[in-house]
């Protein structure tokens, strides 16, 4: 499929579904402590998105080929939990890090967002972890104007981690969206500048890198989705979802509690 540029009136409606989905994340933020489930967690956002803002959470039953539907209406990855966990009994404990994934879906479009998370007080290398991933995640997204090549953002992302002594997960991308939760084009968080797709006005796609404290290796739990570090160590990640605009680009996720940019990129 030829990547799709979207209209106007296309990215009016992905504006509003992107803050949607970056709201959903500030409700949640004063819930997040020790103590309390990812099933709890999943449970307020559900109902803030079902009750409050009338969006549809993209997850729930969500069945890519060759996957079960994925049973939650956000996903809750802890530790050494790469992505795609599933929320349930487990309760959190200081010093737990966590990813909370939001996709949203309002008047047919999506919005793909997520965020990093401290349980309490963090050890200084899970800090460093989450801090280093948010500046590789805004050091991609800074390459984005049109001209520049997907290979720009990836290596960015990519030298960025590895300087630090990480690994880039290299099984699960970024991905174009709009109508559909997952489109072309595919955004490889490693490459080599110059080289990949040209970026060109119109396009949204996210950004969201999966960085290892240890080795890249990854595997999957048998509940068929939860994806965890083979090696066990940390991993952590962050989601925006972004549009290419004229002379830049635009972060269409963001919302009164999305995070200031890193001095990296400042
Ligand atoms: N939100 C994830 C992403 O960023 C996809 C989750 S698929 C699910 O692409 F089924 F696990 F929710
Ligand atoms: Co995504
Ligand atoms: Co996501």
């Not at 795609?84 to 939001?102: F, K, Q, T």
């Not at 080599?192 to 999966?210: A, D, N, Q, S």
Request: negative net charge; hydrophobic residues 40%; glycine residues 10%.
């Amino acid at each position: 499929m030829p990547v799709q540029l979207k209209t106007a009136d296309e990215i009016a409606a992905m504006r509003v579904a992107g803050r949607l989905a970056a709201e959903v994340l500030d409700y949640v933020t004063p819930h997040v402590r020790p103590g309390v489930s990812t099933q709890a967690l999943n449970d307020l956002c559900h109902a803030y998105m079902i009750e409050v803002q009338g969006t549809v959470p993209a997850p729930l039953n969500y069945a890519p080929p060759g996957y079960k539907p994925f049973p939650r209406s956000v996903c809750t990855s802890v530790n050494h939990q790469v992505c795609h966990g599933i929320p349930g009994e487990r309760v959190l404990r200081a010093g737990d890090i966590l990813n909370i994934d939001v996709t949203v879906i309002k008047d047919g479009f999506h919005g793909d967002t997520s965020r990093m998370f401290y349980v309490g007080e963090p050890a200084i290398q899970a800090r460093r972890l989450v801090d280093v991933t948010y500046e590789a995640m805004w050091l991609g997204i800074a390459q984005v104007r049109p001209g520049a090549m997907l290979g720009d953002l990836g290596h960015a992302i990519q030298s960025h981690a590895e300087k630090h002594g990480y690994s880039i997960v290299r099984e699960f991308c970024g991905h174009g969206i709009g109508r559909k939760f997952h489109e072309d084009p595919q955004i490889l968080h490693y490459g080599k500048p110059g080289t990949g797709l040209r970026l060109e006005p119109g396009m949204i796609f996210t950004v969201e890198p999966m960085i290892n404290a240890g080795r890249p290796a990854i595997r999957e739990l048998a509940d068929g989705w939860t994806i965890v570090t083979k090696d066990h160590s940390l991993s952590a990640q962050w989601e925006h979802t972004v549009l290419v605009t004229e002379n830049g680009h635009e972060i269409l996720t963001q919302s009164a509690g999305t995070p200031s940019p890193p001095a990296v990129v400042s």
